[in-house]
């Protein structure tokens, strides 16, 4: 034991020593591994039980020993032998060494048990033994020898024998700490005791000290949270008086009467609800089981850990009940990561319905078939705590819609870049049908795939020809139109009044989203173009590490998604010769760069020219609520300051010809030993370019879209301020598309919209300040109630991981840990040359980013991902599905990765 006061201590033991329950007790020892591990708890020591025995005279305890096992009146003669029994001498002594080293400036004290039985998971002895509050420095002997007593009595006797315990109770150690004065206090569970919900965190909280809801005197506030701090309930009670410490020194707690206009407050604010809820979690956390603790608030704001004992005899929770539902965001998260706004979820829910029942149409499924799934169609994604996900049973349902659901279903969970299947027994009760019959209706959608493959080119025509009648051509030179004529320019935005701008939305939904076939049989087609070209490199090529099909698809060329790299570049070039315009660009405000723009007019003209045809294409550029490029040009000035930066100082070298890679040459040598298999495998080749090339340049036909829909919604957000029906324009984002058309048409149920654009305000500002739900997780019943965002994943370990290889190169370089790309595209530091970017995701809008990047190194994506085929096109060497990347590096490790084999090696400094 700790010596205080210069000799070693036999009947003290300090809370900052290691924790031993033979010693301090179940409830002490437990306080001092918290106290030990970070936790904030009052300071304090503990009497040992050894102090008891010391303290007895040899008569006292023969005749207690004698007194066991007990007889039917041991209790009443256990407290005359005891009722005059005090510390002895060399306790005391040790006790006023202890008092002098702890609590040097005196004050009040908490004189608790701590028994060797008490505070265990399946006896508590809770609210048994004695516990007295506001002790004062000359009372404290006598009360320690209460808690003794009270190991004696007959309630504890009784409840032991209950228990089937006769023998002699070991005294209890006793926990003596400062006494604090709080504002508030009460318990807290990590579970719910009732029905034994891990899910469920609950909090009663009175005015004062918690001694008069622990004696069942009054009644208490009760709180009920969810894991992720969301309050789910409050009951407030009528609270007429409070506990305070004796405010003259002396023994004893002080009633006092509570303000009128306080009784039915509640004694905690919810933020202090939400660090209480955390507090028991986390104490949860730290012995493994859901515990019960006590805590307390000081009047500066301090919240104290008191008690902590597990949940007695905790049930176990109850069989989940409700809709099973599991929800995965793996491929989702690349268009719409983070939190999304309400008018963004809207319109995309719409469009996911929209496009998938015309993708069972095409893929032959009766209209009947899909108008008895018309649920599963409005529920293919959801919106958890603002984050949207898949909702991976509906889309399981529509795949087991479509014939050859057996074959399909592979390449469909590896474009989605779901990681982990559904369990064969789901998928065998959602299939149904027999495989036979789903081999025959399989080949006749075979004859309709491979008519529609045929008819493709026709089909880009018409859908970019209805693209170009609904949005305008596009300014890019990249698209050649086959019109014979320029179709008529858009209405403009501004010169619309409200009720037409919602016309002209419902228009352009109803004239591109059931019409969204183009893009569908181009997807479907790529999908198992690349499942075939990923087998036949495997048997026929002997690539068993999937090295090939990321070597054949490098450098396809006209992708649109390139295009924007292409024109940085360029402009980077023209930049590169004038320092000052660099430092300009890096540094100053987009008014000042617009005026030093104006002195090189060709870079000014290919600037604007940019601005024309990829101002949509920006970051998070899926989610209506994000700004674009023309709207805040920062970003791409900023790109291109740092591009032109690195340029500058480091000249990009001359091309040079180098021999194709091994794997390359292997794979032709096989293919020239059978002229069919090369045939074939060149026609698989051909096609898998062609279509993930269309792949991307559809999907930026989809930003468009989505770019012209923004406009509308500002503009009807104008229209709103405008009528005082929202605080700013903005605000019509925290709207959904139906409750935006129905304050036009007269059908909105709720007209005072600034209010809930406040309540949804706050709900989504603290969605973005709480950790995320995991990627993957199930819910039973109503969703909201089920989520969990504990994340028990430890950050990868060891000096080598392993990733998904999508760009072929092998890259030596230091990291830059990309969690806001907003900011990095908006410092004034531009990326240094040789840097890799080590991102959790990425979205089409990083193309600003990757010209400056030596490498790419992304926790998510499949090879099907934007990140993977772009990376592919701009010859960035790039590894995507790298589990923890973002948590196992940092900014300023060195790392060498190989774009082929996918291995990241960290090296050391």
Sequence with gaps: MDALGGGVMKYIVQLTERPVIALMGRKASAIARLAQQGFRVPPGFVVTPAAFWDSLTRDQEDQLRSLFPQSPHTATTLQTLLADVLPSEV???????????VFPYGGQFAVRSSALDEDGVERSLAGQLHTSLSVA??????????????????NVLLYRHRQGQTDLPQP???????????????????????????????????????????????????????????ILQRQIARKPQAHYPNPTGKSGVFAQAIAPDQVTEPAIS???????????????????????????????????????????????????????????????????????????????????????????????????????????????????????????????????????FRLNRRFMEQMMGVKESLPEEIITQMAGKPWWQDGIELVRTLFGLGWNAILLPWTKYRFYRRLDRALGPPQTSLYQRLLRQTPPPPPRLDQLAADEL?????????????????????????MICYGVLCRLTQTWGGDRDGILPNLLLVEQGAMISTEPARQLREMARRVARDPDLITTLQRDTPTAIATALTKHPELAAAYHQYLDQFSDRCLDELKLESPTLAENPLPLLRSLGAIASQMHTAPTPEATTSLPPPELLHLRRLLRRSPLKRLIFAGVLHQTRARLRDRENLRFERTRVFGRARQIFLELG??????????????????NVEEIIGILAGTSTCNRIKGLVALRRSEFEHYRETPPPPDRFATYGIPHGGINTTNTARPPSGSVQQGLGCSPGIVRGVVRVVRDPHSLLTQEQPLAPGTVLVAERTDPGWILLFPAAAGLLVERGSLLSHAAIVSRELGIPAIVSIPGVTRWLKDGDRVEFNGSTGRIERLRD
């Excluded at 069972?360 to 603002?386: E, K, N, P, W, Y």
């Design 137 to 154: 420095a000359a009372d404290l002997q006598p009360q320690i020898a209460a808690v003794w007593r009270s190991a004696y009595q007959n």
């Design 172 to 230: 209890p150690a006793v926990l003596v700490q400062q006494m604090l004065n709080p504002v508030a206090a009460g318990v807290a569970f990590g579970a719910d005791p009732v029905t034994g919900r891990r899910n469920l965190v609950i909090i009663n909280a009175v005015y004062g000290l918690g001694s008069l809801l622990v004696s069942g005197e009054e009644d208490a506030d009760t709180f009920y949270l969810n894991r992720q701090g969301d």
């Design 502 to 526: 919602v016309a002209h939305y419902q228009d352009l939904t109803r004239q591109l989203l059931p019409r969204w076939d183009a893009p569908i049989v181009n997807d479907f087609l790529a």
């Design 91 to 101: 306790v005391q002594y040790e006790l006023l060494q202890a008092m002098a080293a």
């Design 718 to 735: 104008k229209r709103f301020f405008v009528l005082d029906l929202l605080h700013r324009p903005d605000d019509i984002f925290y709207l």
């Design 270 to 404: 919810d933020r202090q609800a939400q660090a209480i809820a955390a507090l028991v979690q986390r104490t949860g956390q730290e012995f493994g089981l859901p515990q019960d603790i006590e805590w307390a608030i000081t009047d500066n704001g301090q919240l104290y850990l008191l008690q902590a004992r597990p949940i007695t005899a905790l049930p176990t929770p109850q069989a989940p009940s409700g809709s099973y539902r599991l929800w995965d965001n793996s491929n989702i998260a690349e268009s719409y990561s983070g939190v999304t706004t309400p008018l963004t979820f809207s319109f995309a829910r719409r469009a996911y319905e929209e496009v998938y029942r015309q993708f069972c149409r095409l893929m032959g499924v009766s209209q009947s078939r899909i108008i008895a799934s018309d649920r599963t169609f409005t529920t293919m994604i959801g919106l958890m705590q603002g984050r949207i996900y898949y909702n991976l049973l509906s889309w399981y349902r529509v795949l087991i819609l479509l014939p050859g």
